[in-house]
């Protein structure tokens, strides 16, 4: 894991007070050619509803509260106009809420992406280094979906199972083309088809995700989101750390490649949509909050075909 974590590394790539990583990949030219690709006009969600009820896998639901409503009597500060309004708190990392990483989510041996110290996150005002603002004008570009479970034939796999570099060659031959530069990569494991047949899973069930010798391919074919129904890792019960690295995928993609995650993704209804297409691409928005010093956000990516 050491030699992988130094060849994916991408300190000082962009410059060394770069805070974007991989997002410098997606050019305005290739943002373009992404929004080129709209076809019909289809738009499909890739987010789970947002829960305000604890599950297996949801054990900080988002706290929503009712601050007017229109079934209670209430003191209205502007008489003659009539509204409800409400209050939401959102725990955005874990196993649920369909969220974005941001690059000071994950350290390594104290450091964060680029080498900025691990003192840069502050408990006071969270990140002054590497939040989520690096996408603060959005996200958006050419989304891509390798399908695992249809690969494979399964409605969703196991994490005894991870997914290797060769089922990731392979899921790109069947779809005919080839992920690229400034790519948004979204891989199904089928999470979300299993959570939808069988309800939320704990999480000691484990949670099926990417081979540790996917890295190099990541950074090769050089990735700029990577994105999973899953959170990307595989964790399997009682699976020991590889190497003294607990969540290789999340510590050497954020804080290594500079490359953001996308995790617990909802891609059932835009890989039905993409096989009855036939089409594995298409244009990807993402809009994080503008959230000073956020490790992360709940967000809804959206995919137009």
């Known amino acids: 894991m050491e030699q992988t974590w130094e060849q994916v590394k991408n300190w000082g790539r962009w410059g060394d007070d770069d805070e974007r990583g991989a997002l410098n990949l997606i050019t305005p030219e290739r943002r373009a050619a ?6 019909s006009g289809q738009a499909v969600s890739c987010a789970f509803d947002l829960s305000s009820e604890p599950g297996p896998d949801n054990p900080y639901p988002a706290q929503h509260h009712m ?3 229109g079934d209670a009597a209430h003191h209205n500060p502007l008489p003659g ?3 409800t309004t409400d209050w939401l708190g959102i725990a955005c990392h874990g196993f649920a809420v369909s969220h974005l990483d941001a690059l000071c989510h994950v350290f390594v041996r104290g450091q964060m992406y680029n080498g900025f110290p691990a003192s840069a996150v502050k408990s006071s005002v969270g990140g002054e280094r590497n939040s989520v603002m690096a996408g603060a004008g959005g996200i958006s570009g050419r989304g891509v979906l390798l399908d695992i479970p249809r690969l494979r034939g399964v409605d969703w796999i196991e994490s005894s199972e991870p997914v290797t570099p060769a089922e990731l060659d392979e899921a790109e031959a ?3 083309m ?4 400034g790519d948004i990569c979204l891989i199904a494991t089928g999470r979300a088809r299993r959570r939808l047949m069988e ?4 999480m000691t069930a484990g ?7 996917t890295l190099p391919w990541i950074r090769e074919r050089d990735v700029a989101v990577l994105g999973s129904d899953g959170v990307s890792d595989n964790f399997g019960p009682g699976s020991p750390m590889i190497d003294g690295w607990p969540s290789p995928i999340h510590q050497q993609c954020l804080a290594g490649m500079g490359v953001h995650l996308l995790d617990n993704l909802d891609l059932v209804e835009l890989a039905d949509v993409c096989a009855a297409h036939n089409r594995w691409e ?3 928005t993402v809009a994080p909050l503008r959230l000073p010093g956020g490790t992360g956000c709940a967000v809804n990516p959206i995919a137009v075909l």
Not at 34 to 39: M, P, S, T, V
């Open 174 to 176: 069947a779809a005919g």
């Open 199 to 202: 309800g939320p899973q704990p």
């Open 207 to 213: 949670i099926a995700g990417l081979h540790v010798t």
């Open 282 to 284: 298409f244009f990807l």
């Open 81 to 83: 106009f009539e509204q």
């Open 34 to 39: 992404a929004a080129a690709l709209i076809d």
């Open 178 to 181: 080839a992920v690229g530069p």
């Open 67 to 69: 601050l007017l409503a």
